[in-house]
């Protein structure tokens, strides 16, 4: 088991900055595909950023590319996703997300992955 705490989500106005935290406990985190989600009320869950093992290998949602980075730092347990240029329409839950260790490959598919955290809101105002 893994167990995902989010962190640092809040109130930002448009073109500004926020950086959210995951920290990792339980299983070994190290191993995992993080990823993070994010979802409006009455919409479904969607794909955000996802980072492999070692952090090589990224993979991004056309809509945050250039805006978000995600980063990991396997010495903290920790997954962050710095959003830089928010726009209103990036409001929403962001959730952390882990795939189970044997799982080495990034997915966008939010049905890929086996353990969740209780998410962080971000309100982005105008």
């Known amino acids: 088991q893994v167990q995902l705490e989010e962190s640092g989500g809040g109130l930002v106005q448009t073109g500004g900055s926020l950086r959210l935290s995951c920290e990792a406990s339980?299983?070994?985190?190290?191993?995992?595909?993080m990823a993070w989600f994010r979802q409006v009320s009455g919409k479904e869950r969607e794909f955000v950023a996802a980072?492999?093992?070692?952090?090589?290998?990224?993979d991004y949602a056309d809509s945050v590319k250039g805006r978000f980075t995600i980063a990991r730092d396997n010495n903290k347990h920790t997954v962050y996703l710095q959003m830089n240029n928010l726009e209103s329409e990036d409001t929403a839950r962001y959730y952390c997300?882990?795939?189970?260790?044997?799982?080495?490959?990034?997915?966008?598919?939010?049905?890929?992955?086996?353990?969740w955290g209780q998410g962080a809101p971000v309100t982005v105002s105008s």
């Open positions: 980072i492999n093992w070692s952090g090589r290998t990224t």
């Open positions: 997300a882990a795939r189970d260790w044997a799982k080495l490959e990034i997915t966008t598919d939010v049905s890929g992955y086996d353990y």
């Open positions: 339980g299983r070994t985190f190290n191993d995992n595909v």
